[in-house]
Structures are given as C-alpha cells and as structure tokens.
C-alpha cells in the first residue's frame, strides 16, 4: 500500500511509520526535519511545510491512503493544512483518510449536544487544541472522503499493548488515557482493516 503520512516525526506519527514501514508499505513522508526519520527503502520524504499546497498535492500523488499526525502546538498548522489535503484528495481520487484528534471533540455524555471541551466533563482549561480539530472534523464531515477521526483521551508515552476501548462519537465511560504506542496501533488497523468510516472513535483503556 502507497501511505501518505503527515506528521511523521511527532509522537504518534512515528509510531505509525514504523509500523508501516514494518509491515512493508510505501510511505511518503511530507516533514520540515528530515533529520528526524530514518532512512528505509520504502520511505519517500518530501521536505517543507505541510501548509504548502504544491508539497500537500506532490505527496498525496499516486497515495492509497492519508494518515494525518499533526499536531497543534499553539498554531493553526493544523486547520492551514486540512483544506489543502481534502483538496489534493479530491484531485487525486484517494478517498481514505485516517487522522488523529483529541478526545476533547467527542460529544459530551453529559450534553451530548456539545462536545466534550465545550462540557463540564472536559477538565483541560485549554481549548485552543480542541477548537483546531473540531475544525478538522467539520470540514471532513462536509466531503464524501472516508474519513476516520482517531480521539485518544490523555496521551503518555508507552508501548502499544493491543488491548483499549473504543466507542463511536463518545469517549469510553471512565477512560482516563491510552499510551501513543496503542493510539498509533488502532489508527494503523483502522487503515488496515476499516471498521469506523465516516465517524470519531473515542480510544481508551
């Protein structure tokens, strides 16, 4: 399988170009530091901003799938880059695309009308991240991509174990976190075998 995967040098992106790479797959990586990823046969990277949308349509070229990594870090990185990626898609005929959000853009158990970062249930003071992704969500909503929304809860460092909950639109009840090893292994079997298009999966243990 041809991947296209942004994000590749963040925590989870990483993990997901092992596993890949792992496994065999081609994976064109679209980073600033090429310093970060390894050398491997099978590893195309591209050097730049994932906001520039020649560089977004080169890498997307002949893709089977999309996985999206980024992270926010305080910009807007992330929503700078989703409409050119949607784009390049369309453009391109690639229709799978599997991104990585955050809890805080599922719907609130409590009021299922708002998402969790909008809610009480969401103890982070910071919305910055989640307000971005909410973003994304909306824009991939609006298009006919299959389009997966991978939302871990607390995110430490740690092994994949293989063992997690998930629940489509909501956050599992009491999941406190998932290591990155385990949200980067759900969202590469997401891309493996597809059970969740079109649909936030909530992701903990």
């Not at 305080?74 to 990626?85: F, N, Q």
């Not at 990585?100 to 809610?119: C, H, K």
């Not at 989640?130 to 997966?148: G, I, N, P, S």
């Amino acid at each position: 399988m041809n991947i296209t995967l942004f994000g590749a040098t963040g925590r989870v992106g990483s993990e997901i170009l092992k596993l890949a790479l792992r496994d065999g797959h081609h994976v064109t990586a679209l980073v600033r530091p090429p310093s970060k990823l390894p050398t491997h046969n099978n590893l195309s990277i591209l050097t730049g901003d994932i906001r520039d949308k020649e560089l977004v349509s080169k890498a997307i070229e002949n893709a089977d799938a999309v996985m999206s990594a980024i992270g926010t870090d305080k910009t807007t990185t992330l929503t700078d880059a989703i409409p050119s990626i949607i784009e390049a898609m369309k453009t391109g005929n690639v229709e799978r695309i599997i991104t990585i959000g955050t809890a805080g853009i599922l719907q609130s158990r409590t009021n299922p009308d708002v998402y969790r970062f909008q809610s009480t249930e969401s103890k982070r003071r910071l919305t910055f991240a989640a307000e971005e992704h909410a973003k994304v969500y909306e824009q991939l909503k609006r298009t006919d991509l299959e389009w997966t929304i991978i939302c871990p809860t607390y995110l430490p460092d740690g092994e994949a174990t293989g063992q997690w909950r998930t629940e489509r639109n909501f956050l599992p009840e009491n999941g406190v976190e998932i290591t990155v090893g385990d949200t980067a292994l759900c969202a590469y079997n997401e891309l493996l075998d597809p059970q969740f298009i079109g649909t936030r999966v909530g992701l903990a243990y």
